[in-house]
């Protein structure tokens, strides 16, 4: 099994050295660098980010720079998704993003953790675990959304949270961890 095999499957996985991996991580850097330094809106930033993410763009997504991807293949955006300035994409497990999320600016979605043993650390394993988003969320500004953590649809998340854990459909979290404050009545 590949070390892409392995990470798409969420096992441990060597990330630093494996040079496949680091053949599309320096893919997607060289893309994000054409993406932010494009003129905005331009046909040229247009083309960088459709091929970062090796996809037609859905109906209504706007990305601005700058913005930054670790693959950029493995992150799913719907329709209606818009992204504030200055967020990170972790990609290495899956990234799905629901319908008509706003996310503020500096947000960042990590799927990827390390081993809390130094000694397999610093052999470079990994584990990335997907991350799921629902549709009609809001993400404040500098949100952190860790590895395997799934939220359910009309999800506000207040500005500054780190959310750790599965949060449950229409609530507000805020919070270092997030936890559920209340729930939005629809």
């Known amino acids: 099994m590949t070390e892409k095999e392995k990470m798409l499957n969420g096992e441990w996985h060597d990330a630093n050295f ?3 991996l680091l053949k ?4 997607a850097e060289l893309l994000c660098y054409n993406f932010n330094m494009s003129k905005p809106g331009s046909t040229e930033q247009l083309s960088a980010l459709k091929t970062l993410l090796g996809v ?3 109906k209504g997504l706007t990305i601005l720079a700058p913005a930054y991807f ?3 293949t493995q992150t799913h955006f719907s329709e209606g998704v818009f992204v504030n300035h200055g967020c990170y994409f972790m990609d290495g497990g899956t990234i799905y993003i629901g319908r008509n999320v ?5 947000c960042g979605f ?12 610093n052999k470079g ?3 990335a675990l997907p991350i799921h988003i629902g549709d009609n969320c809001w993400f404040g500004a500098n949100v952190s959304v860790l590895q395997g953590v799934t939220i359910g649809n009309g999800c506000v998340i207040a500005a500054g949270s780190v ?3 599965d949060l449950p459909e229409n609530c507000l979290a805020a919070g270092v961890p997030a936890d559920v404050k209340k729930y939005i009545n629809q």
């Open 24 to 27: 599309e991580r320096q893919r």
């Open 110 to 121: 990590y799927t990827a953790g390390h081993p809390i043993n130094f000694t397999d650390r």
């Open 70 to 72: 670790d693959y950029g």
């Open 18 to 20: 494996d040079e496949n």
């Open 56 to 58: 037609d763009l859905p």
């Open 163 to 165: 959310v750790t854990e």
């Open 125 to 127: 394993l990994e584990r």
């Open 102 to 106: 706003f996310i503020g600016p500096f």
